[in-house]
T-cell receptor
Framework: KQEVTQIPAALSVPEGENLVLNCSFT??????LQWFRQDPGKGLTSLLL?????REQTSGRLNASLDKSSGRSTLYIAASQPGDSATYLC???????????????FGKGTHLIIQP | KAGVTQTPRYLIKTRGQQVTLSCSPI?????VSWYQQTPGQGLQFLFE???????NKGNFPGRFSGRQFSNSRSEMNVSTLELGDSALYLC??????????????FGPGTRLTVL
């Protein structure tokens, strides 16, 4: 069974700072890893998807890295803004013995607050 | 392009009743997945459908079932509701199944409250 852990559970930083969110997973047999953000009372917005063969993906101020062998991923947010305040979730799709996948397995998220 | 839509957005039921939730994926998307989100357990995978076939299922009791229609719309049914079924139910869609590396796009969810 895949277990995904996110550290820290909550983070509050002043506007303008660069920050790193961490995600670890127990089973490295993954197809891909995705980072999402969730705003209160809303669904999830996909931020970045990293295939298992890739090391990193970038989108604007966001950069996500993947180290499958160590079971770790990081999400780097540059020059943080108050609008970045949200809960950030990472999730993996794991391959199953005999084929197929088990759907996204999510961490509990990091609740991020950017202070103006 | 319209996003993933879910209906209804809010639902209140009593224990023992059954409920059906609906999800319309983004146009052209053939894969639909369902997730349950609760404060205690977080987000948990329920099942995934692709081209009207269930590809995989999470660790939920048989009271939770789903189906997908030929137009890719999907429904999820929960029978004999329990208090613990109160949750936000999220639907996600993608062009191809999740194990083939496609981004999943989520709807706003259906908030189910069981009294």
């Amino acid at each position: 069974k895949q277990e995904v852990t996110q550290i820290p559970a909550a983070l509050s930083v002043p506007e303008g700072e660069n920050l790193v969110l961490n995600c670890s997973f127990t089973d490295s047999a993954i197809y891909n890893l995705q980072w999402f953000r969730q705003d209160p009372g809303k669904g999830l917005t996909s931020l970045l998807l990293i295939q298992s063969s890739q090391r990193e993906q970038t989108s604007g101020r966001l950069n996500a890295s993947l180290d499958k062998s160590s079971g770790r991923s990081t999400l780097y947010i540059a020059a943080s803004q108050p609008g970045d305040s949200a809960t950030y979730l990472c999730a993996t799709v794991r391959s199953l013995a005999g084929g197929g996948a088990d759907g996204l397995t999510f961490g509990k998220g990091t609740h991020l607050i950017i202070q103006p | 392009k319209a996003g993933v839509t879910q209906t209804p957005r809010y639902l209140i039921k009593t224990r023992g009743q059954q409920v059906t939730l609906s999800c319309s994926p983004i146009s052209g998307h053939r894969s639909v997945s369902w997730y349950q989100q609760t404060p205690g357990q977080g987000l948990q995978f329920l099942f995934e459908y692709f081209s009207e076939t269930q590809r995989n299922k999470g660790n939920f009791p048989g009271r939770f079932s789903g189906r997908q229609f030929s137009n890719s719309r999907s429904e999820m049914n929960v029978s004999t509701l329990e208090l613990g079924d109160s949750a936000l139910y999220l639907c996600a869609s993608s062009f191809i199944p999740s194990d083939m590396g496609d981004t999943q796009y989520f709807g706003p969810g259906t908030r189910l409250t069981v009294l």
